[in-house]
């Protein structure tokens, strides 16, 4: 067996496959489809610091290999999360992370710093693809100001690992992953999901309350490969891939671009036990080609 570990700063991963937030609960939900402490992370879904009741139904809806979501974090805040569910996951043997979301800097710094007393909560996540309510609901993560502006207030009241979790929908994300960098990210995680919309053509209405929501699935996965390979160029963190990753080939193809880790996400609901799968064929892969650590293929893409 290959050595399969791999470090995001001082967060040690037994092996390079995590979980995408969002798409496996508080990993409690998996406990009887896959040993969790086996996965190399698990992320758990959205937490703010406020209660979210989230979109109005329907917030869900399949399209040709993927899924749209506009779920709307919906959660019952930080103050939940630390008195009801940490206690419930502390046990688990792998890093389990959170992902923090917020409408102002000083929410997500808030809610960061309750997060960074609780001792089994090695790291967290930023999703900076929330809207920013003081500037007319345009997402942090598509400006470098916006993007930076989160990370900054964060680092100030977290101290352990921050992954910053970045949109596709912008210009250059190798620009946004550098501001983020610049103030103090530890890692950066992409792709964050596409912006896209399914329509119901007999009653001429969208498939989504709102109209629009997050593309994830097999159907991101080229967009997510080209901006993982451009990112790793950019910056010295480590980056974490992530977008359609259904299979080891998948994954490994995410570690050749310049990926440390990667994240698994719209795969769990189709076999919750794909994380698993994805780790032994990696370790299968290495072993059939001579490799004796992850390491070795990490950042190695020929392009």
């Known amino acids: 067996m290959?050595?399969?570990n791999v470090k995001i700063n001082d967060l040690e991963l037994k092996n390079p496959v995590m979980t995408a937030s969002g798409t496996f609960g508080y990993g409690l939900e998996?406990?009887?489809f896959v040993p969790l402490d086996q996965i190399g992370g698990i992320i758990v879904k959205g937490t703010t610091l406020?209660?979210?009741q989230g979109n109005n139904y329907p917030r869900m809806a399949e399209t040709s290999a993927g899924m749209l979501n506009c779920v709307g974090l919906q959660n019952k805040g930080v103050d939940y999360f630390c008195e009801h569910i940490y206690p419930q996951i502390q046990g688990i043997a792998t890093n389990v992370i959170v992902n923090v979301s917020g409408s102002s800097p000083d929410d997500y710094a808030e809610c960061a710093a309750r997060i960074d007393a609780l001792e089994h909560i090695p790291?967290?996540?930023l999703n900076i693809s929330c809207p920013n309510v003081k500037q007319g609901g345009m997402a942090f993560g598509v400006t470098c100001e916006?993007?930076?502006s989160v990370v900054s207030a964060v680092r100030?009241?977290?101290h352990k690992t921050m992954i910053v979790k970045l949109s596709p929908n912008v210009t250059n994300i190798a620009d946004i992953a550098r501001a983020v960098e610049a103030e103090g990210a530890d890692s950066v995680s992409l792709i964050n999901t596409l912006m896209g919309m399914a329509i119901d053509i007999e009653k001429r209405k969208s498939l989504l309350s709102i109209g629009t929501g997050g593309l994830s699935g097999p159907a991101v996965k080229p967009v997510a490969l080209r901006m993982v390979w451009q990112v790793a160029k950019a910056v010295k963190i480590p980056v974490v891939g992530l977008g359609g990753i259904c299979t080891a080939t998948d994954?490994?193809?995410f570690l050749m671009a310049g990926a440390t880790a990667v994240e698994i996400g719209t795969a769990n609901f189709l076999d919750p036990a794909v994380t698993i799968k994805v780790r032994d064929g990696?370790?299968?892969w290495l072993d059939r080609h001579g490799c004796h650590s992850v390491q070795e293929i990490i950042g190695t893409l020929d392009a």
């Open 2 to 4: 290959a050595i399969l």
């Open 30 to 32: 998996f406990a009887d």
């Open 50 to 52: 406020h209660p979210r």
């Open 123 to 125: 790291a967290i996540e």
């Open 146 to 148: 916006g993007a930076a």
């Open 156 to 158: 100030k009241r977290y």
């Open 251 to 253: 994954a490994i193809e």
């Open 282 to 284: 990696i370790d299968d």
